[in-house]
Nanobody
Framework: QVQLVESGGGLVQAGGSLRLSCAAS????????MGWYRQAPGRQRELVATITSDGITNYADSLKGRFTISRGNAKNTVYLQMNSLTPEDTAVYYC???????????????WGQGTQVTVSS
């Protein structure tokens, strides 16, 4: 059983910053790509950023320069530093990880429960 637990969401004023954290735990053999997605009310879930186990990053074009994704030394943790936040960044942010649970198994995608980020104007 694999679990992803996010933390760090909350209420912040426009122009402020937040740092989200996500830790994967359970029966993990190897963790590959980890990432963050977000879903605003009435909108589809969208990519925020991803990072491979080698540290290669990918960002939504509209967020480049304001958001930074990184992985912890344990490789099963991922962070999202969000700066210069605007009300348009208000959404539930979800952590995603592509994980193999044993040597001979397949990679599977796992999701966290989501953490609310609210930016006030």
């Amino acid at each position: 059983q694999v679990q992803l637990v996010e933390s760090g969401g909350g209420l912040v004023q426009a122009g402020g910053s937040l740092r989200l954290s996500c830790a994967a735990s359970g029966y993990i053999f190897s963790t590959f790509v980890m990432g963050w997605y977000r879903q605003a009310p009435g909108r589809q879930r969208e990519l925020v950023a991803t990072i491979t186990s080698d540290g290669i990053t990918n960002y939504a074009d509209s967020l480049k320069g304001r958001f930074t994704i990184s992985r912890g030394n344990a490789k099963n943790t991922v962070y999202l530093q969000m700066n210069s936040l605007t009300p348009e960044d208000t959404a539930v942010y979800y952590c995603n990880a592509n994980i193999r649970t044993n040597l001979y198994g397949n990679n599977e995608d796992y999701w966290g429960q989501g953490t609310q980020v609210t930016v006030s104007s």
